[in-house]
């Protein structure tokens, strides 16, 4: 996600604010920028696409000079990486400057509305309408900046964290946040405000983490915190005691611990604003496809790696489960060799984290070649599977550092859902009453995620007993077929333990000879529907003394006979249950590689992103 870093003060700004950028480094950005207010008054900025060295170099050639300012590493959302969506962006009159982290989900509507008062924009972002919004409030009579942001953040959908500056008040940055993290570090005669500990932990330990709807205005002598109607909170100074690599990780031991953390806050931000007001649509944004070409489809190739070709095979069981379109899931690369038929009535959809697997790319490319329009589910903004597809729907899961992938996978699986809905209700095969529960069932996801993760004792627990064991088998059924082979790969890559994912139904047709009474076996037993066969399932590794560690439905007492441990997690419809699921057997496989010593952010062998055949 986005970097943000303020600083106001009696030194130089620019130096202390490449600083804090840099220090934000690890989240991942695209482009950067910086703004200060010079010695003359006036307002000074440099942004610039690609690292911070091309930032730092144009500062050296041509210097900025100031004691306040914000700087910012963007993470593309809204519009590609580019310099000219890098942040800071502006007022009309270049006199105020915000950066900001999140997403504005209205921000459409109030473009137009901004446009239709004569506002021409300057990027394809949505935080340009922030400034906009407050630059419209000081011409309505606010008496100053921060009264202006006040007014201005009411009118805001979504997530997020600010930090503004403006010509006429150049003693301050105002600063807010909702949903996206922000903090004010407190330091002697001078203050910052960053959305991240690390930005500047080597500066002061003195922080105030600002609650939601809250607005901060900083000085060098003080900072003065008040709620969205204007009432002054008082806020407790918080004493940071972590190391830089600890605070870099937002306090968890590692990335993909952090990640794991993050997968209420991935999924909502990937259903965010495309519901529509009403509830009765789905909002795809221009994915590049007709209703027509919708209706006529006979068939859907969905094609990806590793933990996406996971994420596709649930897409299957969607689309199959709510829509009559015949679907097929394959390897990229085994796609991309095969003589698949391809037709116009052929969608083709690529499912991506990183947007620039090899494989995956060549797939896309076949696909083109061959006539067919593609589709795809990416992470990664601008990136190279980005341009080249029809249509993209972004997955908000924000920078993926462990090389384990975690909270993109349930973002792929949010996003595979909307899709889903969407095709069924173009081509009139989910009726409104079915819709609306599940748009409400989604929407109680990232809720239910929050519930399991609160289970991350219990969890650790289970995995202590079994890290010393040298094979494990994950079974599920239907949906929860491919979250069990999810839940293998997490383990057997960052644990080495070698683990397989099956088909429940699938143990009595050979590997049920492994089972003895060493082998552990989880058990996504949570699907109503086929809960007796997976019982049955279940019953016979019993039976040959498997050690059975089920996953089930909170208020479930039949499995608890059977199973050594049981790991509960919250009801909800079976086609949406893997994004819950997934996050017991995500810890429990974190938990044994702890025990075991592994790496876990960079497991031997492996690479974040497979951009080589
Ligand atoms: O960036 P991609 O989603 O295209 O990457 C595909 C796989 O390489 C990736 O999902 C890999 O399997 C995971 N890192 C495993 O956790």
């Not at 509305?113 to 906009?132: N, P, W």
Request: with cysteine; proline share 3%; hydrophobic share 40%.
């Amino acid at each position: 996600m986005c970097g943000i870093i303020g600083y106001v003060g009696d030194k130089e700004a620019v130096p202390i604010l490449m600083d804090g950028l840099k220090r934000l480094e690890y989240r991942g950005y695209d482009s950067a920028g910086i703004v200060v207010i010079d010695a003359c008054g006036e307002v000074r900025m440099m942004k610039r696409e690609g690292k911070l060295k091309v930032l730092e170099d144009g500062l050296a050639e041509h210097g900025l000079r100031g004691t306040l300012g914000l700087g910012h590493t963007r993470w593309a959302t809204h519009g590609s990486p580019s310099e000219v969506n890098a942040h800071p962006h502006f007022s009309s009159d270049g006199e105020i400057a915000v950066v900001h982290n999140g997403i504005i989900e209205n921000f459409l509507e109030l473009r137009a509305e901004l446009e239709g008062k004569g506002h021409t924009f300057a990027s394809e972002t949505d935080t340009e309408v922030i400034v906009r919004l407050v630059e419209e409030a000081l011409k309505g009579g606010a008496p100053d900046l921060e009264a202006a942001v006040r007014a201005s953040l009411r009118k805001l959908k979504g997530q997020y964290a600010v930090g503004l500056l403006r010509r006429k008040e150049p003693d301050k940055i105002v600063a807010a946040r909702l949903d996206s993290p922000l903090i004010v570090g407190l330091g002697d005669g001078e203050n910052y405000i960053a959305s991240d500990v690390p930005a500047i932990l080597n500066r002061t330990r003195k922080v105030i983490y600002l609650e939601n709807e809250e607005i901060a205005v900083v000085t060098a002598d003080g900072c003065r915190v008040t709620d969205i109607e204007g009432n002054e909170t008082v806020r407790e100074v918080k004493e940071i005691t972590w190391d830089i690599d600890a605070a870099e990780k937002g306090g968890y031991e590692k990335f993909m611990l952090k990640e794991i953390h993050e997968q209420p806050q991935a999924v909502s931000k990937t259903i965010m604003g495309r519901i529509s007001t009403d509830g009765k649509e789905i909002l795809m944004g221009d994915l590049n496809v007709t209703p027509e070409e919708i209706r006529g489809l006979r068939k859907i190739f969905i094609i990806s790696c590793g933990t996406a070709f996971y994420a596709s095979n649930i897409g299957r069981y969607l689309l199959e489960h709510y829509t009559n379109i015949a679907v097929e899931v394959d390897f990229s690369s085994e796609f991309r060799y095969r003589n698949p038929k391809l037709s116009k009535q052929t969608l083709v959809m690529t499912v991506t984290q990183s947007g620039e697997t090899a494989d995956t790319i060549a797939s896309l490319r076949m696909a083109k070649e061959k006539g067919c329009k593609v589709i795809s589910v990416v992470n990664v903004v601008g990136s190279t599977i980005d341009r080249e597809s029809d249509g993209v729907i972004y997955t908000r899961a924000g920078p993926e550092i462990g090389v384990a992938s975690t909270k993109a996978y349930t973002a792929q699986l949010a996003a595979l859902f909307l899709f889903t809905l969407w095709v069924g209700r173009m081509r009139g095969e989910i009726d409104d009453g079915r819709f609306r529960e599940l748009v409400d069932e989604l929407q109680r996801i990232p809720a239910k995620v929050e519930r399991v993760l609160e289970k991350e004792r219990h969890i650790r627990s289970v995995a202590e007993k079994y890290y010393r064991a040298t094979n494990a088998f994950f079974l599920g059924r239907g949906f929860n077929f491919p979250n069990a082979m999810e839940g293998a790969l997490k383990l057997k890559e960052i644990s080495y333990m070698h683990a397989e994912g099956y088909a429940a139904g699938e143990m009595k047709h050979g590997p049920i000879a492994l089972i003895d009474e060493h082998f552990p076996v989880v058990c996504i037993c949570t699907g109503a529907n086929k809960y007796d066969k997976m019982l049955s399932n279940i019953k016979e590794v019993q039976a040959r003394k498997g050690r059975i560690i089920a996953i089930a439905t909170e208020g479930d007492d039949r499995v608890k006979d059977i199973a050594d441990d049981v790991i509960y997690v919250p009801e909800t419809v079976e086609p949406l249950s893997p994004l819950i699921n997934v996050v017991p057997l995500q810890l429990f496989a974190y938990y044994i590689a702890l025990e075991r010593g592994c790496d876990i952010d960079k497991p031997r062998n492996l690479a974040k992103s497979v951009t080589v055949e």
